[in-house]
């Protein structure tokens, strides 16, 4: 289902994939739990599919999420942290949100100053 998701949005049916992709998410929670890396990867990736719909702010506050997770299981120069934080920077950059994307880039070292 996951992947069934992810094609759908690499497709353009992106009211599709994120309902499909929110239950997967729901099903993952229950299953294996909050912290788990699929769990936390289908957030990821529902995340994704917000980010294609325009919701920019359900988006950001997940991915947020996701980062946080991330960060504390896998570490903070983990490739999957590194890309998230990447995709959040992006994400805020689109807001608007110049302060927040800079310091999280330099965070990451995506960005030198």
Do not use: C, Y
Not at 37 to 44: A, K
Not at 78 to 104: K, Y
């Amino acid at each position: 289902m996951n992947n069934l998701a992810n094609s759908l949005r690499h497709q353009g049916q992106l009211d599709e994939a994120a309902t499909m992709m929110r239950g997967v998410l729901e099903k993952r929670r229950r299953i294996l739990g909050e912290e788990h890396p699929s769990t936390i990867s289908t957030m990821n990736n529902l995340t994704n599919s917000l980010e294609h719909q325009g919701q920019r702010d359900e988006a950001a506050t997940m991915m947020r999420g996701v980062l946080e997770k991330r960060r504390r299981i896998l570490g903070k120069d983990h490739p999957d942290t590194i890309s998230t934080m990447n995709n959040l920077a992006n994400s805020l950059r689109h807001q608007g949100q110049l302060e927040e994307f800079i310091s999280i880039l330099i965070e990451s070292n995506l960005f030198d100053l």
